[in-house]
């Protein structure tokens, strides 16, 4: 058995309160991620960018694109799972979250996500702070799930022995 079971399924589109949904991210969702990550880049890289190096600031269209067509890839092979927050008629990419196998000993998937600057402090981002660790309790066939950046920060991951 890999990181999941081979007969798992994950979720297509999960409805997250009565307005917003997550989905599994694509590279044609580029119209809508770029604006939301480059519009929150210097938070998102105060987070991100020493685990990830992400977003780099002078990051393009032609660049977010790759990324996510990699991460559509992954999700298709069942390797790592990047879900977009989007409203209901997906005009607005509102943040994303990560589900991926762990790097570091004591978990069986490490979790991230993020939120638009904008959404910081509001309804949608207290729901999505409420929803994720239920729907991955309750979707997903994980025992030792580990929230990065909120169960333990950044820093302490990245001080952690690697799997």
């Given at each position: 058995?890999?990181?999941?079971?081979?007969?798992?399924?994950?979720?297509?589109?999960?409805?997250?309160g009565p307005?917003?949904?997550?989905?599994?991210?694509?590279?044609?969702?580029?119209?809508?991620?770029?604006?939301?990550?480059?519009?929150?880049?210097?938070?998102?890289?105060?987070?991100?960018?020493?685990?990830?190096?992400?977003?780099?600031?002078?990051?393009?269209?032609e660049q977010?694109?790759?990324?996510?067509?990699?991460?559509?890839?992954?999700?298709?092979?069942?390797?790592?799972?990047?879900?977009?927050?989007?409203?209901?008629?997906?005009?607005?990419?509102?943040?994303?979250?990560?589900?991926?196998?762990?790097?570091?000993?004591?978990?069986?998937?490490?979790?991230?996500?993020?939120?638009?600057?904008?959404?910081?402090?509001?309804?949608?981002?207290?729901?999505?702070?409420?929803?994720?660790?239920?729907?991955?309790?309750?979707?997903?066939?994980?025992?030792?799930?580990?929230?990065?950046?909120?169960?333990?920060?950044?820093?302490?991951?990245?001080?952690?022995?690697?799997?």
């Amino acid at each position: 058995m890999g990181w999941l079971p081979d007969d798992f399924e994950h979720p297509l589109v999960v409805p997250v309160g009565p307005l917003h949904h997550l989905r599994p991210i694509r590279a044609d969702d580029v119209d809508l991620d770029m604006p939301a990550v480059m519009g929150s880049q210097p938070r998102l890289w105060s987070i991100f960018g020493a685990a990830w190096g992400w977003p780099p600031p002078t990051m393009t269209a032609e660049q977010d694109r790759e990324d996510l067509l990699r991460h559509e890839l992954e999700i298709a092979a069942h390797e790592s799972f990047n879900y977009a927050l989007f409203d209901e008629a997906e005009t607005e990419l509102l943040g994303c979250v990560y589900l991926d196998p762990p790097e570091k000993a004591g978990a069986d998937a490490e979790v991230s996500w993020w939120i638009r600057d904008e959404y910081l402090g509001t309804g949608v981002e207290v729901e999505l702070d409420r929803f994720v660790p239920q729907w991955l309790a309750s979707a997903w066939p994980f025992t030792a799930v580990r929230y990065i950046g909120r169960d333990l920060t950044w820093e302490e991951w990245l001080a952690l022995p690697d799997v």
